[in-house]
């Protein structure tokens, strides 16, 4: 059973900066692509970043030069470093895993249960 569980949520003003875990158990990220999208009140989910099994990353144009996607396979996890957050950024984000990457939310089989980021102008 995969299990995906985002950490790293919460406040902070325009400018800041947050870093978001998603630790994964039941698949393993080294041998899979995962990813970040986030879902804004009253809008569609959208791909943030995803990195494949061979490391190479994506990014959408909104966060480009800001938001930079890692992944340590020692412990199994995907990372979301966020700087320069603006109020746009606000946001549930959610982690998610698969065979392979996609800018597409319904090619990814797996979601973790989403948290919160409140950026504050």
């Known amino acids: 059973q995969v299990r995906l569980v985002e950490s790293g949520g919460g406040s902070v003003q325009a400018g800041g900066s947050l870093t978001l875990s998603c630790a994964a158990s039941g698949i393993i990220f080294a041998d899979n692509a995962g990813a970040w999208f986030r879902q804004a009140p009253g809008k569609r989910r959208e791909l943030v970043a995803h990195?494949?099994?061979?490391?190479?990353?994506y990014y959408a144009d909104s966060v480009k030069g800001r938001f930079t996607i890692s992944r340590d396979n020692a412990k199994n996890t995907v990372y979301l470093q966020m700087n320069s957050l603006k109020a746009e950024d606000t946001a549930v984000y959610y982690c998610?895993?698969?065979?392979?990457?996609?800018?597409?939310?319904?090619?990814?089989?797996?979601w973790g249960q989403g948290t919160q980021v409140t950026v504050a102008s």
């Open positions: 998610a895993a698969a065979l392979t990457s996609s800018q597409y939310a319904t090619n990814w089989p797996y």
């Open positions: 990195i494949n099994s061979k490391g190479a990353t």
